[in-house]
């Protein structure tokens, strides 16, 4: 079973940018849906964005237009492009396998985001 382990997180200002990468100990070629998910202090996790193994996309209405997901098959890693980041985008990111919107893969360690006003 293919393990993901997210990093990329940090401290930004709003109104920054970062790009959160999601490595994969084997092959994700043949992996359709990988998507990021994120739980902020106090709240369920909430899907971001998923992408097929044709890199079709599907995003949240809360993030749509400000992040992008992408992923490398020749490198095994799935990438969230994150920009114009707001306070309320604070929390852990994780990326799992995903059907749509639904994840279905086991959770890591995610990477925690953290926006100052």
């Known amino acids: 079973q293919v393990q993901l382990v997210e990093s990329g997180g940090g401290l930004v200002q709003a109104g920054g940018s970062l790009r959160l990468s999601c490595a994969a100990s084997g092959s994700i070629f043949s992996i359709d849906g990988l998507g990021w998910f994120r739980q902020a202090p106090g709240k369920q996790r909430e899907f971001l964005a998923v992408?097929?193994?044709?890199?079709?996309?599907r995003y949240a209405d809360s993030v749509k237009g400000r992040f992008t997901i992408s992923r490398d098959n020749a490198k095994n890693t799935v990438y969230l492009q994150m920009n114009a980041l707001k306070p309320e985008d604070t929390a852990v990111y994780y990326c799992t396998r995903a059907i749509g919107a639904l994840p279905f893969g086991s959770w890591g360690q995610g990477t925690q985001v953290t926006v100052s006003s």
């Open positions: 992408i097929g193994s044709n890199g079709s996309t």
